[in-house]
């Protein structure tokens, strides 16, 4: 069993993970901290857990955390980077929701998150934890920086055809739609159901934090920088992020469902849907899966990629949980089992 | 390993069944039919089973069923009855997740589902499969009569009341509030989405099936005929009853909220809330549990019961899981452990 | 034209009121108030007014307010009555949509309210504006205060019945569910969409602020005490209020159909729905309509109203508008003849 | 007053249509038909028009139709070309809401359409009834194709790039995200509300019939063919329409904004929102706008534009109002002033 903290579980990252780790055979949840509610039970909280989880949360300490094997942060961004030098430290491993440790281009991190950096030395070790891309050094690593849900979606459905010099990385698009619980559990009037519901709009289009984060890992896999189109939609719904991708890819002798069944054959949580296939949020609703559907309308050059996931869960607790797997030898499904809930 | 089959598979009773068998550590699911989809893989028409379900949808055939331990009807009211008593002979046992051996007098099944009942002999022998009042002839019948979704919320919350003597049972009122999904996955105008989001509205007030189901069982428990007044309305949501119970309860000596406790304490799936709480079906989405709080505004003599559950689920499929555990002899939990999901 | 001003128009009744008075014949908009936005045009905040309000937020100003000969308050409670004595002493006639106004126990409202009454002296002189049963008052009115979107459905549903002395008015129940905008625009985590969508709850069980005022209008009409029990619901979806109304009317002899049509025969804005209808609250969404059904389920003892209205329109801004026709001796009309949204 | 019928009054479009028809100060509505629900009080199907519409639908009779000057198809595919012929030798105007004469190349129209063309002698001088494009003609015309939803939305936003010759029109991509409203009111699984809500997915991603629309409309104002992608996606909403439109715009040298600007500077029905707005589709809810915003993202050489309808307003019932208007000289806003329903 693998003693485990959790800090800041009062968003839906944090329930979410509650949810995974409740019910995961290997886990034995010690903490779990949050400033504002601590010594409420958790299930005050979130009643779905009354009867799963009977921790209360409690004030961050140290010494506590320092007790795990393993500390998972689903805090808001720059809390992670204050407490992560001394958990390492003491041998604590530490796979970060957030995005302290995502980008690893300090002074771009610093553009796009508007703060200073508060533990610049320790972003070099971090590993991005795209289990796809990343499952060797994941295994190894003592720092995790778990992916946004935006650039999950996003780079599993280009990565195929980047990997294989296919697209024009040039001019890549990606056109997201996203559930209004990605936004989070704060009290704001724009994702209030009497504002959101019954309505669709872009939001960020002249520039989301997510974009640094895409462009690097498609930059990565090209072996130089993309240009990127990133939109971000808000969808009157709860979970699910649907990426439409968008690229130009003039070699028509490939055959394109073929190379993505390929780079996914062995991966768990990646389904290749069937030739003509439209993927649906809500096949992965609740479930760690991300499915994906390419496309190549009237023939033409642009090829479409449809890839959805649940954004909490493939997009944020259940790739954390995945990356815990990964890191600590277990069946890299362990815990993630869970059949998407439809309808 | 429970041999096992469905018939009728393709609903939204069908799916639900299928995610928990499929999870179901001691489950083999062998077979499951459709008419219309015979040949069609499971997961063709509900890709949140890829992976999870491989089996394809066949005609119904007495021969195969027979070879199932259990067969559960999944099926529209007046398909059940007609096969039944050749599973029986076979020495199959049978759940039915429609209505056709629920309601123990048959005239009045008759009059209210508007056809001839097939096999009146094997109605008597039907057990209403309400583990919270049947568990053991539960345990050992042959044909269980798994109970409507409203009749479930509405049970479970009047129930301590009633057994009790407290209630005035000439004037029990139910208002429930239902998501969408009850009303099935036919096409049907009422319940596209552009005709019921966004809207609220009571149906079928002069008298809908589910009045019978509940009045029944609400009389065995008090001895004598109850009054009730039920009134469902069509919720703009996929899941979910919230069912609020009115009650005249003159005796203002008992603590009702030790009596819920108490007449629950062992129930897995019953869970009464602290006093003050209000219920919220999204705390049972997903799951097999019945959430509830008692209430008793401004002191008065009117008792109002929050009673929530999750329709497809303790209303529908998981309660038929929790039914073939019981006539197992399995742990009454297993595979149904799932955590709400939330948000 | 009416010269008009508006306090405090920055949440939902607030921009209702706008809708509603920029088309309005008769009103020469001239001034809108509030702290917090003042110097933002309208249309910044509300992009459905662009085009069609030209108008500025500003600072609440007694001098400009009263060049106004009429001033709407749609403010939280606690505002009006802070204003109201100045401006009714230099000739402003008012209607306040907020509370502060409805109740005329003092004693009772600063218990429900929670706040000492500012001008308890102009509360008896307030007349309710419920116009099927105050419209000669107000006509006549300088202070009218505009009725609770719960109460206006519940009392427009259930006059007839008390008027007539049918029902026992010691038990009266009202179930009510309401959309998610009668919470206001206030940033809360309660109402966003990923913790209110795909849910239904009860709330303010206990006691609600809106009971004493159906209790008081009941009462009125009743001519003694009425015993009402009153459950709000929050319901997933923006606009809407649906009350279900219990009355136990023991004489079987009269025709309530008839009875309900003729109550309402001359009001422009209660429609009988022919017997056996069930009334939906997107018949109603953006219209000044309260739609309403009787039933009596099993032809027993219990009656059964259906009231629906939208809670912006009937049940706050619309009915504003309404009473602002009858004070000005406009076409009762003018303004609010607005079809439904449907779908 | 203008003489006027509706053929097929039973869909979205039509209730709708129905809904602007009634309170249109100009408008004589003296017929509507419909085959399936011939004698029915139209406000039976749809309570909204309840006290505004008291027509009862009719069989189709060529005889009384010819008795109005205009007569509007709110038919599914197939039916006007039908009808139009004998209509047009009686001296009818006819405006088509469905597609039978939006597409000029009849081989292109029988590919997409799936059926021979009834009346290809009257397609040329159909006048495809995009105000902001072709309102001269419009005024003359004796038949006109109301455009399609998506068309309206995609062109509205594209045209002053193209008409400028700043696009690089080979590679134009339209991601558009429509309510379900715009699948009709047809029973259908896909469309319940329980399967499409809490869901995203495109569809008819190898092509949909807008496709051939969109681009004839772009290749006129181009003088040359285009290439575009147009991907739907089915959103969980009922109305609204949001087009997010990707061009490749080499030129850096103008300023889009005021060059959209300029270009719908005079059109009552076209808002640009001011620089570094997202359109939101509720901003439109109701009303025949079309809301503009456009963005050039990292001042790379995609520039993105926003574009917002109510697809049964601005992409349907408005639109063919807005026709009407202009064909019989009134003022162009006339009956289309109403304010969106903002929440």
Request: aromatic share 6%.
């Amino acid at each position: 069993m693998i003693k485990t903290g959790i800090v800041g579980g009062t968003g839906y990252t944090g329930v979410e993970l509650l949810r995974l780790l409740a019910a995961h055979p290997e886990v034995d949840l010690q903490v779990i901290t949050s400033r504002s509610e601590a010594g409420m039970p958790v299930s005050d909280l979130f009643p779905n857990l009354r009867g799963h989880v009977d921790l209360a949360f409690s004030e961050p300490d140290i010494e506590i955390l320092s007790q795990c094997e393993l500390v998972f942060f689903a805090t808001p961004n720059g809390i992670a980077m204050k407490m992560v030098p001394e958990l390492l430290a003491r041998g604590v491993r530490v796979i970060d929701l957030a995005a302290d440790f995502r980008i690893q281009d300090i002074e771009e991190w610093q553009k796009w998150y508007g703060m200073e950096h508060a533990c610049a030395e320790h972003v070099a070790e971090a590993v991005y934890g795209l289990p796809e891309v990343n499952r060797e050094a994941i295994a190894k690593a003592r720092l995790v920086a778990n992916p946004g849900c935006y650039p999950t979606a996003a780079q599993l459905g280009f990565l195929p055809l980047i990997e294989h010099g296919l697209a024009n990385i040039s001019a890549l698009i990606a056109d997201c739609k996203s559930g209004v619980s990605g936004a989070g559990r704060g009290a704001s009037v724009g994702t209030l159901l009497a504002e959101c519901s019954e309505s669709m709009k872009a939001y960020a289009v002249p520039g989301h934090r997510h974009l640094p984060e895409i462009s690097q890992g498609l930059s990565r896999a090209a072996g130089s920088d993309v240009g990127l189109t990133f939109l971000p939609h808000l969808t009157p719904m709860i979970r699910g992020i649907h990426a439409t991708l968008y690229a130009q890819v003039d070699d028509h002798s490939v055959d394109l469902q073929a190379l993505y069944e390929q780079r996914y054959a062995d991966e768990p949580f990646v389904d290749i849907l069937p030739a003509g296939s439209h993927a649906e949020t809500r096949s992965v609703k609740g479930a760690n899966t991300c499915r994906i559907a390419i496309h190549r309308p009237q023939a033409g050059n642009t090829v479409v990629v449809l890839s959805v996931i649940d954004n909490l869960v493939k997009g944020a607790a259940g790739q954390a949980v995945q990356n815990m797997n990964i890191m600590f030898g277990l069946d890299e499904s362990s815990g993630l089992r869970n059949i998407a809930l439809l309808p």
